[in-house]
C-alpha cells in the first residue's frame, strides 16, 4: 500500500493544520459513516505522533501514515489524497494495489 499525497493537497495540510517539516498526519479507521469497503467505517485523520507505523509517505518533511493496525481498513488499495478544487476540502481516493 502508498499514500500518495497531491501537491494541493500537501499546500492544504501546511494552511489549514499548520503543519510543517517534522510532523506526523496519521490516517486511520474510523467508526461512523461509510466507505467503498466497509459499512459504518470511514476515514480519519488527524495530527498524531505514530506507535507502530505500517505504511508512511514522507512529502516536504511531512510524514503521512497509517498505523499497522488500521492497514485493514484500505482492503489492498492505495490511498490518494487531493484537493476538491470546489470546496476547498480533502478527497480520498482509493485505487487497487496491482
Keep these: 500500500m502508498k499514500i500518495i499525497i497531491s501537491d494541493e493537497a500537501l499546500a492544504w495540510f501546511k494552511e489549514e493544520m499548520e503543519v510543517e517539516s517534522g510532523d506526523y498526519i496519521r490516517f486511520y479507521a474510523r467508526y461512523g459513516g461509510s466507505s467503498p469497503f ?7 485523520m488527524n495530527r498524531e505522533k ?20 488500521d492497514e485493514w481498513f ?5 490511498l490518494y489524497v487531493s484537493i476538491d478544487s470546489k470546496t476547498d476540502e ?6 487497487k494495489i496491482e
Excluded: C, Q
Excluded at 508512511?56 to 501514515?65: A, L, M, N, Q
Excluded at 484500505?74 to 492505495?78: A, I, S, V
Excluded at 480533502?90 to 485505487?95: A, R, T
Design 38 to 44: 466497509h459499512e459504518a467505517f470511514s476515514l480519519g
Design 50 to 69: 505514530p506507535h507502530n507505523i505500517g505504511v508512511e509517505t514522507v512529502v516536504d518533511g511531512i510524514h503521512f501514515y497509517v498505523e499497522k493496525d
Design 74 to 78: 484500505f482492503n489492498n488499495h492505495d
Design 90 to 95: 480533502l478527497i480520498y481516493d482509493y485505487k
